[in-house]
C-alpha cells in the first residue's frame, strides 16, 4: 500500500474515535484481559520483541484498569477489534480515571487494518489518530507490513520471510522516504526462546532477549 493511499486513509480516520469506538462495542461478543510490560497481543509479527520488549500474558479471568493491563474485545470470528492499554491515573483530584491507548482493527479476506489512538481520558471523543497500520497476508501468513504514523507522517514498509515450515525467519523494514537505512532482522526459534537479531556490518546484535 503506498504512503499516498494511507495518507489518504488516515485523514479519512482522523477524527472518527467514537464512531470506532461505538462501532467495536457493538460487535464485540467476548473479551479477555492481559498484563505485562508489552502488549500480549499483536497483529505485527513480533511487535514486542523487535522493540526488545517481553510480551505480556493473557489473564485466565477478567480484570479491571490497571497500571500495565490489557482490555481485548473480540467479534464472532474470534478476531481482536478493539484492545485498549491502560497506562497511569490522571486528571483533576475530584475526577480522577485511567489513561490508555485504544486500537482498533479491520479485516478483510487478505488484509487487516490497525488504527492507533493516543493515550485517552475516559472516552475523550478527541482522541488523536496517531498512527495506521496495514498488514496484508498470503496463504494465511503475514508477508508484508505498511505504517504511517502522525509524527511528520514517516511511512515505513516490512516484508517477511518464513522458511518451508512456516516460521518466520527474516525481517525487513524500510523507510522509502528516508532518512534510515533499511533494518534487517533475523528470528530464531530455539529450544530455550525466540530470538532476534539484527544484522549490522555482517553482525548479529542481538536485540531480543537483551544480552
Do not use: C
Not at 493473557?58 to 490489557?70: C, W
Amino acid at each position: 500500500m503506498s504512503k499516498d493511499a494511507l495518507l489518504e486513509l488516515f485523514h479519512d480516520r482522523s477524527g472518527t474515535y467514537s464512531t470506532f469506538l461505538r462501532t467495536a462495542l457493538e460487535s464485540s461478543v467476548s473479551e479477555k484481559w492481559g498484563e505485562g510490560v508489552g502488549a500480549p497481543f499483536s497483529l505485527e509479527p513480533y511487535r514486542m520483541e523487535i522493540l526488545g520488549i517481553k510480551p505480556g500474558r493473557m489473564l485466565k479471568k477478567l480484570s479491571e484498569p490497571g497500571k500495565r493491563r490489557y482490555h481485548y474485545f473480540y467479534n464472532s470470528d474470534g478476531k481482536v477489534i478493539y484492545a485498549r492499554a491502560y497506562s497511569e491515573i490522571g486528571g483533576p483530584p475530584e475526577d480522577r480515571a485511567w489513561m490508555h491507548a485504544d486500537d482498533f482493527y479491520e479485516y478483510d479476506a487478505d488484509s487487516a487494518f490497525r488504527y492507533v489512538f493516543g493515550n485517552a481520558f475516559r472516552e475523550n471523543p478527541d482522541s488523536k489518530l496517531t498512527r495506521i497500520v496495514k498488514v496484508v497476508y498470503e496463504n494465511g501468513l503475514p508477508v508484508r507490513e505498511f505504517q504511517l504514523e502522525s509524527r511528520n507522517f514517516e511511512y515505513t514498509e516490512t516484508n517477511h520471510s518464513y522458511d518451508g515450515s512456516g516460521n518466520l525467519i527474516e525481517i525487513k523494514i524500510k523507510w522509502p522516504d528516508g532518512p534510515y537505512p533499511d533494518r534487517m532482522l533475523k528470528i530464531y526459534h530455539e529450544i530455550d526462546g525466540l530470538k532476534v537479531f539484527e544484522i549490522r556490518d555482517q553482525r548479529e546484535i542481538p536485540v531480543y532477549p537483551e544480552s
